[in-house]
């Protein structure tokens, strides 16, 4: 799965709550082999009904019972389908069923659960138009991970049971009918129904058992070795979109399988996309995407490479983590990390070494944000609070950095032929982490206890400080090394293989050392002191990095050949705050070739806060055209407030490259110039639909960003239902709650009044982002609600509910909003104070 983790985006600092406790996969004396869905969805009624007959096998002698998850389900009936006399309780949450005889070791019996869903709180979704939004796609669909099957699917609702599925789903018979696995066969109905008949012969486990129906435009995109390949998405959207968007997916299954030796394992590669679902899911042959990824012509100058990278990544899932499952969310980072590792390897084969080294860039310094600004974690734990915690930013790059360490570590030939071995021999199975581990020791001969132990079992990483000097006399070059992380609590003093590099007289050499203990000094025979020093040039060490070995030095590397040295060096020129520096670094951006590199100089230079940087934004803002990079660059300068800035953004809006997301970022910024913003323009924007609702939510996020008490109004009336557009009113929502943090008592109290009111919103997206508004608010008063409205929703969206309240009571009280004021404008001052310091020294140093 594809996600943007809530806990992240909270910020809610423990990974554990109080009360957390270790988690073990069930037993399973009884496995489901089987699974018949027989339902009759009415989209009018959002309801489900029929009957569920779970297939299964004793493992044993003697078994007689099992428990099925099953949530607020109605008019429940539990029988055995050849007459067997049974018992069964249920609890509006679990399916509990003995038989008076039990069973003999492999004996096969059908259980069938009759029952009806009516508006399920997840699991299964429901869209019909009506008076507010009359354009609204109809449709059903399902989305699970981690736990949500249970709210429609009477099942063992945990990965390491993997039933064969049948669906005989009945609907309306103009929709279309989609399902995991091969559709055998439509019957047509008198009442104007019909049922659909799909099969999957292989074991799927319940959090990607999927279906959806409903009016849907279809794009059909060829097929792969015979298999076909086709995108859904709701009428409103074009086949051009489906096709712009995912086009691309039959090229990718062509790598995927050659770089896994690997048939792909099921019968189609069917894709769709509806409001609402978030993210994207990689569910047995049928992927579901939210419909926010289906992308116009504009959309897709700035999206098309994010899309591309989700597209191999829930590809990728096909064979990590549906074809080779799980045993139990403990090891969920070998389906996640390894995911997100096959987009770094499809960048690298497809476009080369610089993308391969700037996805590994990008998703350790994820890692790294979420491990010093929240908390750390083993990558693999069985202690959480809930299945849906673990999925965050240590179990997707931050696992997917430590595969590529691993890499390095054995050598492409024994690291491939390890996984392509693991690949063959767990397909259809379940795994734990020792069974990889196991195999990457059959290749290479290697115990490779420890490495889990340190990198996947421990928590933590390497925070290296490093040094160089030259000694002319002895002609030799000296990098020393220390690791000073804390290494209490858990942590160790790792051990890993890295690289030191230099380069002299233009040619750059490297030299491959090892880490072993807290402290090391290399020594390196050189002729001449090098114009480069680097460690790590070949980016495989997963770290933070502290090494500044001079603005000269630093300023060569600018122009290094590899992008993280050129990202690297603009950071430490940045962090030291100089005007020529900051000079050196904008002069490089406009020589950057690579758009990554461009978006990481920009962060640079705002992360500097110096006037400098204030002016080499703003002169950039004039002449970039990359829809990859502008988004990037506006929210870079929109982190200051300086008439040039405002100026610059005002051009981008009047003048600049028509792209929807750095439109809306730009009107965002333009917020937060505060009493110099166009006011009555962003008002404007935010009361004027656009395509895809894309630039209408920057101008949501806008208001808040202004502090204008008349920003209320405007944001109470779109927060409504049918106040603003379906895809943007989300935005609305947390806009709200930024701007409730810094309002007067009597605004502040009307927009918690507003958002309390919206956790009972119909729409799904809005009561999610109400969580991150009333977080953003600070807002206390509105804790019993928060705490009503979590015990009404599933056990998965209750431990968010539970962290969002959490983070809410350790959240200081709100500044007032004069004292916030007097803080940005002394901030203000010390900027501009140290850029005159900076120019006198300049003049004595001329």
């Not at 699991?123 to 008076?131: C, N, T, V, Y």
């Not at 009477?154 to 064969?164: G, M, S, W």
């Not at 074009?238 to 896994?260: C, E, I, N, V």
């Not at 894709?271 to 897709?300: C, H, K, R, Y």
Request: proline residues 4%.
């Amino acid at each position: 799965m594809t996600i943007h983790h809530l806990a992240s985006e909270l910020g809610l600092g423990d990974f554990l709550m109080p009360g957390a406790e270790p988690h073990y996969p069930p037993d399973l004396e009884l496995e489901p082999v089987h699974l018949d869905i027989d339902l009759h969805v009415d989209t009018d009624a959002q309801s489900a009904a029929g009957t569920v007959t779970n297939t299964l096998r004793a493992v044993r002698d003697g078994a007689a019972q099992i428990t099925l998850h099953g949530v607020d389900m109605q008019d429940v009936t539990v029988r055995d389908a050849d007459g067997r006399k049974l018992h069964h309780s249920y609890d509006g949450k679990r399916i509990r069923v003995t038989w008076d005889d039990a069973f003999a070791a492999g004996e096969e019996r059908k259980l069938a659960v009759s029952y009806k869903v009516v508006k399920p709180v997840t699991g299964l979704f429901f869209s019909k138009p009506d008076a507010a939004y009359p354009n609204a796609g109809t449709w059903a669909a399902t989305d699970h991970e981690t736990e949500r099957a249970r709210h429609w699917l009477p099942c063992v609702d945990l990965p390491n049971a993997r039933p064969a599925l049948s669906f005989h789903l009945r609907a309306r018979k103009d929709f279309t009918i989609l399902a995991n696995g091969a559709l055998l066969k439509e019957e047509e109905h008198k009442d104007g129904t019909k049922t659909a008949h799909w099969e999957l012969k292989t074991g799927c486990p319940s959090y990607i058992t999927c279906f959806a129906l409903g009016d849907f435009t279809r794009c059909d995109d060829g097929a792969h070795k015979g298999k076909p390949i086709a995108y859904f998405c709701e009428r409103s959207r074009s086949a051009q979109d489906l096709k712009r968007s995912f086009g691309r997916t039959g090229a990718m299954l062509d790598w995927m399988t050659t770089k896994l030796g690997d048939e792909y394992p099921f019968p189609k590669y069917f894709q769709f996309a509806l409001p609402g679902i978030g993210g994207a899911m990689e569910n047995i042959s049928l992927v579901s995407w939210d419909g926010s990824f289906v992308m116009d012509e504009t959309l897709a100058k700035e999206w098309t490479w994010q899309v591309d990278q989700i597209n191999l990544h829930e590809m990728a899932h096909s064979w990590f983590g549906d074809h080779i499952v799980c045993r139990d969310f403990a090891h969920a980072w070998l389906k996640e990390s390894w995911a997100v590792y096959m987009e770094t390897c499809y960048l690298e084969d497809v476009n080369g070494a610089t993308d391969r080294d700037y996805d590994f860039y990008s998703n350790l310094q994820a890692y790294l944000a979420e491990a010093d600004g929240s908390y750390m974690r083993p990558i693999m734990t069985r202690k959480f609070d809930h299945s849906w915690s673990m999925y965050d930013r240590h179990l997707y790059p931050g696992g997917a950095v430590r595969l590529h360490m691993l890499r390095h570590e054995l050598g492409d030939d024994v690291f491939w032929a390890g996984v392509r071995d693991y690949v063959k021999s767990y397909g259809g199975k379940v795994v734990e982490t020792d069974d990889f581990r196991k195999k990457m020791e059959k290749h290479s001969g290697r115990s490779l206890v420890k490495w889990f132990e340190q990198w996947i079992e421990s928590k933590g990483y390497p925070a290296l400080k490093v040094s160089f000097s030259y000694d002319s006399k002895k002609k030799e070059g000296t990098f020393e090394v220390e690791q000073t992380q804390k290494t209490d609590d858990g942590i160790p003093v790792f051990e890993f293989g890295s690289d030191l590099g230099w380069t002299i007289d233009g040619k750059a050499q490297t030299k491959a050392i090892r880490i072993e203990r807290a402290k090391h000094a290399f020594v390196v025979p050189m002729d001449k002191e090098p114009e480069q020093v680097r460690f790590d040039p070949l980016c495989r060490t997963v770290c933070k990095l502290d090494f500044n070995p001079g603005d000269e030095k630093l300023k060569a590397q600018l122009g290094a050949s590899d992008v993280v040295g050129r990202i690297h060096a603009a950071r430490e020129l940045c962090k030291g705050g100089k005007r020529a520096s900051i000079a050196a670094v904008r002069d490089a951006y406009k020589r950057e070739k690579f758009w990554g590199a461009r978006v990481r100089f920009a962060g640079a230079l705002a992360a500097s806060a110096q006037q400098a940087a204030i002016e080499a934004l703003a002169e950039l803002l004039g002449v970039e055209q990359d829809g990859m990079v502008c988004e990037a660059l506006v929210r870079a300068a929109g982190t200051f407030r300086d008439p040039a800035i405002k100026a610059a953004l005002e051009q981008f809006l009047a003048g600049g490259p028509k792209l929807y997301r750095a439109r809306a970022a730009a009107l965002e910024m333009l917020g937060a110039q505060r009493e110099a913003a166009p006011f009555e323009r962003i008002v404007q924007a935010a009361r004027t639909e656009t395509p895809l609702g894309v630039e209408q939510s920057g101008a949501f996020r806008a208001l808040a960003e202004t502090r204008n008490a008349e920003a209320l109004a405007t944001l109470l009336d779109v927060t409504r239902y049918g106040g603003s557009a379906n895809p943007a009113r989300q935005w609305a929502a947390l806009a709200l709650g930024t701007y409730a943090r810094f309002a007067e008592e009597s605004d502040r109290e009307q927009a918690v009044e507003r958002l309390g009111d919206l956790l009972r919103d119909p729409d799904g997206r809005v009561r999610r982002m109400v969580l991150v508004g009333l977080r953003e608010a600070g807002a206390t008063e509105a804790l019993r609600q928060l705490e009503a409205y979590g015990r009404g929703v599933s056990e998965q969206e209750e431990t968010a509910v539970k962290r969002a309240a959490a983070a809410i009571r350790a959240s200081a009280k709100p500044k007032a909003p004069a004292a916030e004021k007097q803080m940005e404008e002394l901030r203000e001052k010390v900027r501009k104070a140290e850029d005159r310091l900076d120019k006198l020294e300049n003049r004595k140093t001329e």
